[in-house]
């Protein structure tokens, strides 16, 4: 039996530098220099660290880590690279982030959405983390990922976001899909199933 490819999946199309949007469409930064960008994010695990320094180097971007100011958190960076500048001039509206008209997911995108900040939420949800001060990028990232049959709901800081949640087992396995098979490095609870 084979099984079919989906349109949105990893294996749709090869790893490009655009999929670094599916950071910027979490908790990711971008900045700019230049003609040249950095992308940068704070995730909660070492296992994280090291599967986002792997794709970094598929998409031949040189990268680093440090801890981060959060106790138990760490900062990962992509060096400025003039590949990336595109991705700056596409998020930034002067100094403040915000996703392009037009802003789209795929399976790539996602799938590094969900290395930096995913985590299931529960035996039938999935929570997708935001950018705290980001509120101008939620609404058109909540769209995109309707668009692709994920209909997420938004958990506000009280409810232990900013994270979009999907819910369901026909959403979630949508989701599974797309990002495809976990990194050997994921624990079971961080990734869709």
Do not use: C
């Not at 399976?107 to 705290?132: C, E, F, H, N, S």
């Not at 990002?179 to 961080?190: D, I, W």
């Amino acid at each position: 039996m084979t099984r079919q490819l989906s349109l949105f999946g990893i294996e749709a199309r090869p790893p490009d530098v655009v999929d670094l949007e599916g950071l910027l469409a979490g908790a990711g930064q971008v900045v700019r220099m230049g003609g040249t960008a950095r992308v940068s994010t704070v995730v909660d695990a070492a296992w994280r660290v090291r599967v986002l320094l792997a794709e970094f180097a598929q998409r031949d971007l040189n990268a680093t880590w440090e801890p981060s100011t959060v106790e138990g958190h760490f900062g990962v960076r992509t060096a400025y690279a003039a590949s990336l500048a595109v991705l700056g001039t596409r998020w930034l509206r002067g100094a403040v982030k915000a996703p392009p008209a037009g802003f789209t997911l795929d399976g790539r995108r996602l799938r590094l959405w969900v290395m930096a900040g995913g985590l299931r939420d529960g035996a039938l949800g999935y929570a997708l983390a935001l950018g705290p001060s980001d509120e101008r990028t939620w609404g058109p990232v909540g769209a995109a990922l309707a668009s692709l049959g994920l209909a997420p709901a938004l958990l506000g800081p009280r409810s232990g976001g900013p994270a979009y949640r999907i819910v369901g087992r026909r959403r979630l396995a949508r989701l599974a899909e797309m990002v495809g098979e976990p990194p050997a490095e994921a624990p079971a609870e961080a990734w869709p199933a």
